[in-house]
């Protein structure tokens, strides 16, 4: 009998752990719910700021097309430089973040920075702020090819009128 009253001393508890350990670790629907709706809105915000990106994209890349259009015409003779016409010059700066305790990375990153000229319209001109980040994209490439997040950043560094 002895051995019985061991045996329930033992297993009782046990089961009495066991029983609240699945009764507490449960959420209830509601929790469930709030996660869920908290999930999608954040979803929702995200899908947006994408697309603004992408808009702000198109309009650099519209900007872009234009701009090398018109130097090729300049090149060729087809359109002529009066004194009137102004120039607006944006000095954008391109730069590459690893995200890595890699230390040659990092110094690559840092030496890698470049920055060039473009000449936009007065629109985009007056739009864009000095310090501004146009864009920033993740580079899908090197995380699939070699398993590092890298992340690309345009800034806008200089505005210039001629």
């Known amino acids: 009998m ?12 046990i089961s009495i752990l066991s029983a609240l350990f699945l009764l507490l670790g449960c959420e209830d ?24 990106l992408k808009d702000s994209l198109a309009e650099l890349n519209i900007s872009l097309k234009e701009n090398i259009d018109y130097s090729n015409k300049l090149k060729k003779g087809i359109v002529g430089k009066s004194p ?5 010059i944006l000095t954008l700066r391109c730069k590459q973040t690893s995200i890595t305790f890699d230390v ?5 990153d840092k030496l890698n920075v470049f920055e060039f ?21 993740f580079k899908e490439g090197s995380l699939l090819f ?8 345009i800034y806008c560094v200089k505005k210039k009128r001629k």
Do not use: A, C, F
């Open 29 to 52: 629907k509601k929790d469930l719910e709030d996660k869920v709706y908290k999930q999608y809105n954040y979803i929702n915000h995200l899908k947006k700021q994408n697309s603004v």
């Open 104 to 108: 040659t990375d990092m110094v690559k």
């Open 117 to 137: 000229d473009i000449m936009v319209d007065e629109r985009l001109y007056n739009k864009v702020r000095i310090g501004e980040n146009l864009t920033s994209s």
């Open 2 to 13: 002895s051995l019985l009253k061991k045996k329930y001393k033992i297993i009782l508890p």
């Open 84 to 88: 009137n016409d102004t120039k607006y």
């Open 146 to 153: 070699s398993g590092k997040l890298k992340y690309v950043d």
